[in-house]
């Protein structure tokens, strides 16, 4: 299908990341699937667009940009464990500030966790990711691909800070102060512990996977 593919799902990746979490669909989904239904259900569906769209990619026209070369791949490999422990910190965290939080009633400006250095910690474990992976892939699918990713998170974080400001309004402003005064550094709780080693966990789970899904092997 040449490039047409390639196109398609990029647009299925818009779509979906998109439609789904407006009105009236999502009210309507959330109604009949629940709040954690939607969130499964949500979740998969972008998991599967995410991984057709990475295979496109690999399926399209190769127009090579410059050459691989190994030093690429361990940069991949060191930039990758921070972005595994910013997930495992983030998700399923009170975060009122971003589109991903859980249980945003509970969220504690005293000890806001991840929050305290980034607001949009997800957005930024996309960032990273994506612009890391620019680097061993130096054709023009790829690139197009990770490229966009990384444009995408960094005017995302934009666009959600608009869109909760209006919001939330005074609330957003005052929570951005509170935050701002507590400790910058993470608190070593039990709950941050095992978050800490599920990210490792991650990390070494995306290592071992990644050959056998996108068929390379960061190791080598």
Do not use: K
């Not at 995410?50 to 190994?70: E, K, M």
């Not at 957005?123 to 966009?148: C, E, K, Q, Y």
């Amino acid at each position: 299908m040449g490039w047409n593919e390639f196109a398609f799902a990029f647009g299925a990746f818009f779509l979906t990341h998109s439609i789904p979490i407006r009105p009236p669909l999502r009210p309507w989904a959330v109604a009949r699937l629940g709040h954690a239904g939607f969130g499964i259900a949500y979740s998969a569906l972008s998991l599967g667009v995410l991984a057709w769209l990475i295979a496109a990619a690999g399926r399209a026209p190769y127009v090579p940009l410059w050459d691989w070369a190994p030093w690429q791949n361990h940069v991949v490999l060191a930039v990758m464990l921070p972005v595994c422990v910013i997930l495992s910190l983030a998700i399923a965290r009170p975060n009122p500030f971003s589109f991903g939080g859980a249980q945003n009633d509970r969220f504690d400006p005293a000890s806001p966790g991840i929050v305290r250095l980034t607001r949009h910690p997800l957005l930024l474990a996309l960032g990273i990711w994506s612009a890391a992976h620019i680097l061993p892939n130096g054709d023009l699918a790829h690139v197009i691909l990770f490229g966009t990713f990384a444009g995408f998170a960094m005017l995302g974080a934009r666009l959600v800070d608009r869109r909760r400001q209006r919001e939330m309004g005074q609330r957003w402003y005052d929570l951005r102060a509170a935050i701002s005064e507590s400790p910058a550094s993470l608190s070593l709780t039990a709950g941050t512990r095992l978050r800490l080693l599920a990210g490792l966990m991650l990390y070494g789970g995306l290592i071992w996977l990644h050959p056998l899904v996108i068929r390379v092997d960061p190791l080598v």
